[in-house]
């Protein structure tokens, strides 16, 4: 295969992978809006429904430690678009929620609909982002960072998007025919799967189970410092400021939607611009540890900040909107060096077993986030969760400190294009 071939190839590849994934982000966002907005409305106080989320964020973590070793034995297209159907699955069973249930039986309806939406979010994410390894080459570590900001920030961009869809869908449809909709959609875009290899990311060697658990030194350090950092963003995100922006700030359903939805679409952006900015900022390299030590630092501050603030009686819209908005491109920086860093980390053998023990990490303390979430701001206010938010900022510097360089030195071993 000539250098333009397989550059052809790897970028139609990328091309699709990302389509699939920006389909499913869409969904994902509106789903996680819907829900938490319609049983807000309904009744459920905030610790009901973090748990409604509970199963989604145990099964993403059960998903991205298999998922890694079952996608290395039958390749990412399988686990990709398997995430997909288990989404579409997972939508109209959601679909069929009645109200006269007896709420005991309804809240674990929900729980069961949201673990097969976690299943099928974190085998999605985890085949998109090994799949990005697998169309760069291994020395193009710039071009690496430039591909998974772009995959990364478009991700969040159209999360925020979805978030926004979610909530207008509910207002303009009601429930059960927003879950429809979306759930047409993605079975459009599981056409698009025919156009991948069928090889991407399977090798050819069997992986014992037991080397799930043998991972490297980097690999380790950089997955608990991703579980507390994604924990300080949820423990406040996920059910505290939206039931505050709605039972205390007085916010619709549009109001809510749209500002959550331009939070995330800004963060989006800044994870893209990510690249372009840390190379004009600094000195042209690729991110080092020390580029994840220094934004770590930043964002421990923010959401203490934002406490103190609250606490002196700052008027809380604006201390919200400001607060947030600090937040979320501090934390999108975080997470587009994170997200290079697992990469650059990985040898390509290993890249869906690193990367899935890597969000399986992630999944952890998204899980403990959204618990503590519920459990925090019901019994001490948004404070509460902000405070914890920082105390989950400071553990994931003090780990980020163990961090050494990446050393790239091995070429790609997978080429687009093999086994069509």
């Known amino acids: 295969m000539t250098s333009t071939t397989a550059a052809n190839a790897n970028l139609k ?25 319609y049983f807000n409305e309904i009744g459920y106080t905030p610790i009901q429904i973090a ?28 686990t990709l678009y398997s995430g997909i159907g288990l989404q579409v699955f997972a939508l109209l069973m959601l679909s069929f929620l009645n109200r006269d249930w007896p709420q005991w039986f309804a809240v674990l309806y929900v729980m069961t609909s949201q673990a097969f939406s976690g299943i099928a979010k974190d085998l999605t994410k985890m085949s998109s982002k090994s799949a990005i390894r697998l169309v760069v080459p291994r ?5 690496l960072f430039k591909w998974v900001a772009v995959l990364t920030g478009s991700k969040n961009a ?6 926004f869809l979610g909530a207008a869908l509910l207002a303009a449809f009601g429930f059960v025919t927003s879950l429809w909709i979306m759930a047409i959609g993605l079975i459009l875009i599981l056409f698009t799967g025919v156009m991948l290899p069928k090889e991407m990311g399977k090798i050819k060697a069997k992986v014992k189970f037991t080397q799930l658990f043998s ?15 994604f924990g300080s963003r ?5 059910v505290g400021l939206p039931v505050f922006l709605q039972s205390v700030l007085g916010w619709s359903f549009y109001q809510e939607g749209g500002f959550l939805a331009c939070w995330v679409i800004g963060y989006g952006i800044i994870q893209f611009l990510a690249p372009t900015l840390l ?35 700052a008027p809380p819209d604006v201390t919200i909107v400001v607060g947030l908005m600090i937040f979320g491109v501090v934390f999108a920086f975080n997470s587009a060096v994170h997200s290079y860093l697992v990469l650059a980390f990985t040898d390509d053998d290993k890249v869906a077993l690193n990367v899935g ?3 399986m990490a992630n999944s952890g303390g998204r899980l403990i986030g959204t618990v503590l979430s519920g459990v925090i701001y019901q019994l001490y206010g948004l404070v509460g969760c902000l405070w914890a938010s920082s105390l989950f900022v400071l553990a994931a510097w003090v780990i980020s400190l163990k961090l050494p360089d990446p050393q790239p030195i091995k070429a790609i071993a997978w080429q687009a294009g093999d086994g069509d």
Request: glycine share 10%; proline share 2%; hydrophobic share 50%.
């Open 13 to 37: 590849n990328y091309a699709l992978v990302t389509l699939a994934y920006w389909g499913f982000t869409l969904t994902d966002g509106a789903l996680r809006m819907l829900v938490l907005l």
């Open 51 to 78: 748990f409604l989320f509970l199963f989604y964020e145990v099964f993403g973590i059960t998903t991205n430690f298999l998922g890694g070793w079952i996608s290395s034995q039958l390749g990412l297209k399988v």
């Open 139 to 143: 020395e193009a570590q710039s071009s």
């Open 158 to 163: 159209l999360k925020g998007v979805g978030f």
């Open 215 to 229: 991972k490297s030194r980097e690999i380790n350090i950089l997955s608990a410092a991703r579980f507390f950092l």
């Open 234 to 238: 949820d423990v406040w995100f996920v």
């Open 279 to 313: 190379r004009r900022f600094g000195n042209g390299e690729p991110p080092k540890s020390k580029t994840i030590q220094f934004w770590t630092g930043i964002l421990t501050a923010v959401p203490a900040s934002i406490a103190i603030a609250m606490q002196l009686q």
């Open 357 to 359: 023990f890597y969000y």
